[in-house]
């Protein structure tokens, strides 16, 4: 215990020291109520290992960005390696050569990634329009689980704008068993075989590959369409590998499939709490022609950009990540001697709703967000990051808003999104992220 001594923390309990608190409670709930109670640095025991909870912006700027070499992510690695592949940015340990390879030559990183997003404006308009009215017919017979329906209306986006056509039932099948047998090693926290053994998990991934292969194959003979896959190979840019590519596009819904339908749950899920917000944010849209929607007016819209980050801030979908210290070598910080290998558990939950930075935390008030926050608090800063933070950034930060933003005035300018007061709105620690679990909800028409 020596190296920590000194570190102020919960006190342990024999045999699992504190690991049934986070047992018992969400992750970052818990990780801002060590804040409040032991200040920015929190010494935890989890099943006889000591681990670090970090609320301190100072130390979580050291570990992400400037003292970044003395850390590594691993934990995600072993449990979803089977959902993934060795091109996966998300699970490389380090950001070695093989990591900045991939981050360089990735579909999100080139040069046309604006073009192409202002192409799919009016394709996925269309797109979200006829799913949006699914979900009114859907709600003539009550409502329904929310997040679910938004996970299928992202899935189809996504796929959309990367590959240029909605996947159909069973690739989002598929999809959910990988993601559920994901999910649970990353809640089992222990050991599990290296590839899962689940005859249908081995089915769903078998065809999940071999539809991003054939994808690709497909779009290298006739790369005509707007998408990202088929303008990456009409523009190039990339050194990555066919294989490499059906990859990365296959990994997009295992990085984003639930925090970005989260983020847009939130969103619509705070403007029907706060009507005042949705009915500003309806007459701004009323100003905009739907009709002739462009990328310039998304952008513009300044109290849609606001309403998004009010909500990021206040319900992070990915509000709780990790790292590890150097597998090797002691490292000295926060004036401390820190073993080889210890976990650190970041959150950004406690910082996004600090008081003394953010005054009424609690309040949903988009227009906090006028020229000043915005300035000093851009998406990666001490006080906001809803996209982790330094090199290790979300690849997918802008992908992802413009894809919320854009969702979220199709909907408010075409339905009421209506949530029930019961059950209660619940989250839960799904696949690493924050996920408005149990809400139900139901569109009207305007
Ligand atoms: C609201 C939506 C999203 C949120 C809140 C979010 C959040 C995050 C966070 C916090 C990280 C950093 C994790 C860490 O440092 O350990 C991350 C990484 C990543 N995200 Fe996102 N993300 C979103 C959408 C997306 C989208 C749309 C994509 C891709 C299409 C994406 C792909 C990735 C990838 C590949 C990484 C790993 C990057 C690397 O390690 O170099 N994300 N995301």
């Avoid at 949903?364 to 851009?378: G, K, M, V």
Wanted: with cysteine; charged share 20%.
């Amino acid at each position: 215990m020596e190296p920590f001594e000194g570190i102020p923390g919960p006190i342990p309990r024999f045999p699992f020291g504190n690991a049934l608190d986070f047992k018992n409670s969400l992750p970052w709930e818990l990780c801002a109520k060590y804040g409040e109670t032991y200040g920015g640095i929190t010494q935890v025991w989890l099943l006889g290992k000591p681990a670090l909870v970090l609320n301190d912006p100072e130390l979580i700027e050291q570990v992400l960005i400037s003292k970044q070499e003395s850390f590594y992510k691993d934990k995600l690695r072993q449990a979803a390696r089977p959902m993934m592949t060795d091109d996966s940015l998300f699970l490389f340990p380090n950001q070695d050569q093989d990591w900045s390879f991939i981050r360089r030559n990735h579909p999100l990183s080139m040069t046309y990634v604006q073009q192409w997003l202002a192409e799919q404006v009016s394709i996925l308009k269309h797109q979200f329009t006829e799913d949006i009215q699914r979900l009114v017919d859907r709600s003539k017979s009550g409502s329904f689980p929310f997040f679910p329906a938004m996970k299928r209306f992202i899935f189809d986006g996504f796929a959309r704008a990367t590959v240029g056509r909605v996947l159909g039932n069973q690739a989002f099948e598929d999809y959910l068993v990988m993601a559920e047998i994901a999910d649970k090693r990353l809640q089992a926290r222990g050991s599990y075989p290296e590839e899962p053994t689940e005859l249908k998990y081995q089915q769903a991934s078998q065809r999940w590959f071999r539809l991003f292969a054939n994808i690709v194959s497909e779009a290298k003979k006739n790369p005509t369409g707007q998408d990202l896959l088929c303008l990456m190979i009409r523009e190039g840019g990339s050194e990555l590998s066919e294989q490499a590519l059906g990859h990365v596009f296959a990994e997009i819904y295992f990085s984003a499939n639930f925090s970005t339908p989260g983020g847009l749950t939130n969103t619509l899920y705070l403007l029907d709490q706060n009507p005042e917000w949705r009915s500003r944010l309806e007459n701004e849209l009323s100003s905009i022609s739907m009709d002739t929607l462009t990328l310039e007016d998304l952008q513009q819209c300044l109290l849609l950009e606001q309403c998004v980050l009010e909500s990021l801030r206040i319900l992070p979908p990915v509000a709780f990540f990790g790292r590890n210290t150097h597998r090797e070598k002691t490292i000295s910080f926060a004036g401390y001697q820190i073993p080889p290998n210890t976990p650190l558990l970041i959150s950004n939950w406690y910082l996004h709703r600090h008081p003394t930075h953010w005054p009424n935390p609690l309040v949903y008030n988009p227009a906090r967000w006028d020229e000043a926050t915005r300035t000093a608090n851009p998406l990666d800063s001490d006080y906001f990051f809803p996209f982790g933070r330094g090199e290790r950034i979300c690849i997918g930060r802008y992908f992802g808003l413009f894809i919320i933003k854009l969702a979220l005035a199709t909907f408010v300018s075409q339905v009421q999104t209506k949530f029930a007061p019961e059950p209660p709105y619940k989250a839960s620690f799904q696949l690493g992220t924050r996920s408005p679990e149990i809400l139900n909800g139901f569109c009207v028409p305007l």
